[in-house]
């Protein structure tokens, strides 16, 4: 839920300071970056980036730029409760875990960290951000 908060708020805010199409396209070229980075070995918060990741960020993206694009009114702060709130009903997306914190397929299977180290087509379910404890408040 934390990394769908940071993308999402991000886009939110850069959609309301620029046109949406330009944050798109920010967005976009952060994840050609973490491509790049992959390939180069180069970590991103502290785990190398992969496919799944990357396309959970720009769903989380999109989700944000149309949060800001549809609420210029609203100030900072009322911009990170909107997107708090759409992460808490599901709007967004996230790598499903197990209870211990293990990435886990979409059958329920635990993924090897070992057996996938270093590759980028990782078998990593996307669900909704709603499918977790909910600890925010």
């Not at 914190?101 to 379910?125: A, H, L, Y």
């Amino acid at each position: 839920q934390v990394d769908a908060l940071r993308h999402s708020y991000w886009m939110a805010l850069l959609s309301q300071k620029i046109r949406s199409k330009k944050a798109y396209k920010f967005g976009l070229a952060h994840e050609k970056g973490n491509r790049i980075d992959f390939k180069k070995g180069k970590m991103e918060e502290g785990a190398l980036p992969d496919s799944v990741s990357s396309v959970m960020d720009m769903e989380n993206n999109k989700t944000g730029i149309a949060l800001g694009k549809n609420n210029l009114q609203l100030n900072e702060q009322q911009l990170k409760e909107r997107v708090i709130k759409e992460i808490l009903n599901g709007k967004m997306k996230i790598i499903k875990k197990d209870t211990n914190g293990n990435f886990i397929d979409c059958t329920g299977n635990m993924i090897s960290v070992k057996e996938w180290k270093g590759k980028w087509g990782i078998p990593k379910c996307l669900v909704s951000s709603d499918v977790v404890d909910k600890k925010w408040n």
